[in-house]
């Protein structure tokens, strides 16, 4: 049974992948406590270990590193949650990749200028709404059919979207802008309510009203 | 070229880092 | 052993990935000779399949469909290219993460406007340069002491890792700016020269001038 640390900063939903992970495969894994983002990550000795410096990172207890979320998540997980066929395996790639590549950047355009975490631009702005509907659309269709959305039961690939869309449906996906995706709300609420999830993200507040931007 | 032309059809993160340090410099703040 | 087509359009990087692991697998895998980018991609019938549009996209003979290059590489690998253990399999994945995450935005931030396929921004261009640099030195560090990313032979990692690279070191790292990184050309050539890849690749011409950016 794998064991050991994650290193990150608090409420980061990358971090969560790989914790929700643990709770399904029963994997030891602890949040390194004593870590402080911006300067333990930035320590020769993290570093010798976790070159690129980004978290999360882990170390098992015996002394195996690795970075990246999805690939910590990977690796702490379980055969059920990884696909049990080549083929299912490849559909998780496959739904894991769409939310690093379709969800991710969409998501961070459009929420990151609401928290100001970073500068306004009205066309990106605008243009990150169109690609997370799209996305969203992506979803719901697969979801029309579909309780999970690989085989019969929770994987990675529901994991690892539902976390990338944490961002998006409690910041800035208001009732009215979700309504039409109804499969895709319903598979998120599902997977957010279970026990593995809750334990780790806690209870999931949907967005009531999107913050002004502040410009 | 028939290369580019189609690479000018695909979406590329191309501004990524810009993300990346706001997001390390927003979490590093709340961190410390 | 898997069989299918891959649709896709010609010199595409990201669907070398799944023709070379196909190479290793010995899978059947033929591109689509019929498919026309722009347009194939926009019908009905490939919609239905594959629901974003976008290529590479693999139907295999038995009907089932699979986007996004590294789920399709995966698919149509074996399990040497995959990894053997659940720690190699991590690591695998932990590099081709790290071509999409970290080597690819930089490497179309810094090729594509000096191919002119999108406008020249001189702050985003000079980081680009910066984050290929630091991609690059992550890797050299790595293949110091090792001769390919993951265990003592070739894998996916590789394989992605190294298709992810193509468009820089054919279009902008001029000799100048790749003599630091010994290890990473000693490793990137070793990778190109294996048939498997030259036979879907071929030759690779390593930059000797970088073009002047079309402002």
């Known amino acids: 049974m794998v064991a050991g640390t994650l290193y990150t900063y608090p409420e980061n939903f990358r971090a969560y992948k790989a914790l929700i992970a643990a709770k399904y495969s029963s994997a030891d894994v602890k949040v390194a406590s004593n870590f402080v983002f911006g300067e333990t990550n930035k320590t020769e000795e993290f570093l010798k270990k976790f070159p690129s410096g980004k978290v999360p990172a882990f170390e098992s207890t015996d002394g195996k590193c690795l970075q990246d979320s999805n690939a910590i998540a990977y690796y702490v997980a379980n055969d059920q949650l990884r696909g049990k066929s080549d083929f299912e395996k490849s559909q998780v790639l496959q739904w894991i990749f769409f939310a690093e590549t379709e969800i991710l950047p969409a998501s961070c355009a459009w929420v990151f200028p609401v928290l100001g975490i970073i500068q306004f631009e009205k066309k990106v702005f605008e243009r990150s709404k169109e690609d997370v509907k799209s996305a969203l659309n992506i979803l719901d269709a697969h979801l029309l059919t579909r309780t999970y959305l690989v085989g019969e039961r929770v994987s990675l690939a529901d994991i690892v979207v539902a976390c990338t869309l944490l961002h998006l449906y409690t910041h800035v996906l208001d009732p009215e802008f979700r309504k039409p995706f109804v499969n895709t709300n319903r598979w998120f609420t599902t997977v957010i309510n279970q026990s593995q999830f809750k334990e780790v993200a806690g209870e999931v507040k949907f967005c009531e009203k999107v913050a002004e931007v502040d410009h | ?32």
């Open chain 2, 1 to 32: 070229m028939a290369l580019v032309a189609a690479l000018s059809q695909e979406k590329f993160w191309f501004d990524k880092s810009k993300y990346d340090d706001a997001e390390a410099a927003y979490y590093q703040k709340s961190a410390q």
